[in-house]
Nanobody
Framework: QVQLVESGGGLVQAGGSLRLSCAAS????????MGWFRQALGKEREFVSV????????YATDSVKGRFTISRDNTKNTVYLQMNSLKPEDTAVYYC????????????????WGQGTQVTVSS
């Protein structure tokens, strides 16, 4: 059974940094893509970034490009989201998700989800 466990959230001042981790278990993730999504209070869940497990290729939404970096460590079965230059509008619950096949920005296409980790950026 696939399990995704996020960690690393917290409270940070604007301009600060956090690194989120997503520990994946339950199967081999070759051929999978791992995505980060976020959901602010009262808003829809939105795509943040995605990485292909096999070759490490990535894609991010425009609002985080140049500030957030997704990466993975195959030896630890862990995906990271390094978040720099954080802004109050980045405040949300951040979710890790996994799906087989091609990368997608649509949360409905992901089969597996973590429980989420809260990121709060104060101004």
């Amino acid at each position: 059974q696939v399990q995704l466990v996020e960690s690393g959230g917290g409270l940070v001042q604007a301009g600060g940094s956090l690194r989120l981790s997503c520990a994946a278990s339950g199967r081999t993730f070759s051929g999978y893509v791992m995505g980060w999504f976020r959901q602010a209070l009262g808003k829809e869940r939105e795509f943040v970034s995605v990485i292909r497990w096999n070759d490490g290729s990535t894609y991010a939404t425009d609002s985080v490009k140049g500030r957030f970096t997704i990466s993975r460590d195959n030896t630890k079965n862990t995906v990271y989201l390094q978040m720099n230059s954080l802004k109050p509008e980045d405040t949300a619950v951040y979710y890790c998700a996994a799906k087989a096949g091609t990368a997608s920005t649509k949360f409905g296409e992901y089969n597996y989800w973590g429980q989420g980790t809260q990121v709060t950026v104060s101004s």
